[in-house]
Each structure stands twice: as structure tokens, then as C-alpha cells.
Nanobody, 120 residues
Framework: QVQLVESGGGSVQPGGSLRLSCVAS????????MNWYRQTPGKQRELVAG???????NYADSVKGRFTISRDNAKNTVYLQMNSLEPEDTAVYYC??????????????WGQGTQVFVSS
């Protein structure tokens, strides 16, 4: 059974920083792309950043230059370093990964979400 568990959310003032982490655990053979999404009430979940197994990255325009996604393949972990946070970054942040488990089919897995709140 594969699980994704996020941590690192919280409350911060505008201009502050947070670092989110997401660990994939379970019987995993390969992890392909790992992503961070976010969602606010009444809006669709949006892709914030993604990183492929080879290391190439992509970012939403709204976070370019402020957020950095990275991963540690040995630890099955993806990170999201968020700097210069703005109130508009307030959302629940979800980890997502394309995973091939040792048993079963390759699929899309999601974490439970972690709340980020940016306010003065």
C-alpha cells in the first residue's frame, strides 16, 4: 500500500517562508513525476510545481522565482520551498506522485493535504 504524507504547513506573515515535505512510503518500485498542487475553497485544484525523475522542473507562473521544488530519490521525498509568501498563496497544498508499486499497476497517488495560511 502506497501512502503520501505531507508536512510543513502552517501560518506565516506575508514575505515569510515555509518548506513543505512529502514522503512516499509503502511497497514502491519507481516514482516518476512528483507534484505539488494547491486548492482554495470554491476553486479547482491547481498545479503549483512538478519535478520529473530526471530532475526537470516546471512551475505555475504565479510562483516562479518564489517557490522551488526539489526531491530526494533515496528518501522518496519531494520538497517545496516557498519564499516571499503572499496572502494569495493561502491554500491547502497537496502532494501528488506518479508511482509504480511493487505489486499492482502504475497510478496517481495523493496526500491528505497540508494547510498554508499567509496573513498579517
Amino acid at each position: 500500500q502506497v501512502q503520501l504524507v505531507e508536512s510543513g504547513g502552517g501560518s506565516v506573515q506575508p514575505g515569510g517562508s515555509l518548506r513543505l515535505s512529502c514522503v512516499a512510503s509503502g511497497s514502491i518500485l519507481t516514482i516518476y513525476t512528483m507534484n505539488w498542487y494547491r486548492q482554495t475553497p470554491g476553486k479547482q485544484r491547481e498545479l503549483v510545481a512538478g519535478i520529473r525523475s530526471g530532475g526537470s522542473r516546471n512551475y505555475a507562473d504565479s510562483v516562479k522565482g518564489r517557490f522551488t521544488i526539489s526531491r530526494d530519490n533515496a528518501k522518496n521525498t519531494v520538497y517545496l520551498q516557498m519564499n516571499s509568501l503572499e496572502p494569495e498563496d493561502t491554500a491547502v497544498y497537496y502532494c501528488n506522485a506518479d508511482i509504480l508499486p511493487r505489486l499492482g499497476s502504475r497510478g496517481d497517488y495523493w496526500g491528505q493535504g497540508t494547510q498554508v495560511f499567509v496573513s498579517s
